[in-house]
């Protein structure tokens, strides 16, 4: 699948041509759709790591003991680990309704029940883009992940479970949040982690990098595990939604290839929605469950191994 962004920026308007090969094309065009909202909007900045409060230090905090650990060594047992899918079994929409039980740590923004945030960001998609079946869906399970939070699935503290991920086994960029506590990171002097290309080589596409360890990397390994027939797009957001360093400061891109630079199109797309959709305006559950419920029948099987 081909997409073409003709005017890049908060594009909505989305067309089905038909390419030589006969392929559909997606041509994303400029125009109308989400509002990205102001400050004035919330009454602060979303994503401001610098506002003093009692809830920014333990974000702070947070990324401190995040970026200590969250080593090449670490990443590579934690991936080994739960790539086995052998924590539990359990439907698409059991998983959403346990993740009733977690807050995010790391979100400066964020103090609600996490299936809150995926229907909101879901909805606001689906309004947007009503025949790209697979965004809504990826909008619902993209943090999935973070059951790894939760006592079944190993109880991971939240600095392994949430939070920006970027690449390991190579130099970390200035663009990461909190860059300073990379500073105490083993690998940030290790001199086949402290180069630009590491242990990888220029354009090997992101899907042969590293990276730390959380519950985007997680939902990838279940989805792929479980034989989704989401697209690579789909697969893209889930494993790269909290990538910031890439898809909003640019850095690591020489790391990716052809295929990761058609996705990331999507990826801006997504995150636009992940971040700004964010609000107090509850979903009506049962109203919009049937739908997602279709969709999860569609893209997946009925039990997945977790």
């Not at 997409?3 to 594009?11: C, D, K, L, N």
């Not at 970026?67 to 698409?92: C, G, P």
């Not at 086949?192 to 080589?201: A, L």
């Not at 792929?224 to 027939?229: A, C, E, I, L, V």
């Amino acid at each position: 699948m081909t997409i073409v962004i003709e005017q890049p920026g908060s594009g909505i308007e989305v067309e089905r041509k038909k390419s030589e090969n006969d392929e559909k094309e997606l041509v994303i065009k400029n125009g109308g759709g989400f509002a990205v909202p102001n400050s004035n909007t919330f009454g602060h900045n979303f994503r401001d790591y610098d506002v003093a409060s009692a809830r920014q230090e333990g974000v702070e905090n947070f990324y401190r003991t995040n970026h200590i650990y969250q080593t090449y060594d670490f990443v590579k047992k934690m991936r080994e680990e739960y790539a086995k899918l052998n924590r539990a079994e359990m439907s698409i929409w059991e998983c959403c309704e346990l993740l009733n039980e977690v807050v995010d740590e790391s979100d400066p923004d964020l103090d609600e029940p996490q299936i809150e945030h995926l229907l909101q960001t879901a909805e606001a998609i689906r309004k947007d883009y009503p025949h790209e079946d697979w965004l809504h869906l990826t909008a619902l399970i993209h943090d999935l992940g973070k059951v790894l939070h939760l006592p079944a699935f190993g109880g991971l503290p939240q600095w392994a479970v949430v939070g920006d991920t970027f690449p390991v086994g190579c130099a970390f960029d200035p663009s990461i949040v909190h860059f300073k506590y990379l500073k105490e990171n083993p690998d940030f002097n290790n001199p086949e982690y402290d180069t630009k290309y590491g242990v990888y080589s220029e354009g090997c596409g992101l899907d042969n990098v590293m990276m730390s360890w959380g519950h985007d990397d997680y939902m990838y390994l279940v989805a792929k595990g479980n034989h989704t027939s989401l697209p690579s797009a789909g697969l893209f957001v889930i494993r790269y939604h909290s990538f910031y360093a890439l898809h909003r400061a640019g850095a690591y891109k020489y790391l990716m290839n052809k295929e990761d630079k058609e996705n990331l199109k999507w990826l801006q797309i997504f995150n636009k929605y992940d971040l700004y959709s964010k609000s107090k305006v509850r979903i009506d559950v049962e109203k919009v469950k049937p739908y997602y419920l279709s969709l999860i029948n569609k893209y997946f099987p009925s039990k997945l191994k977790w």
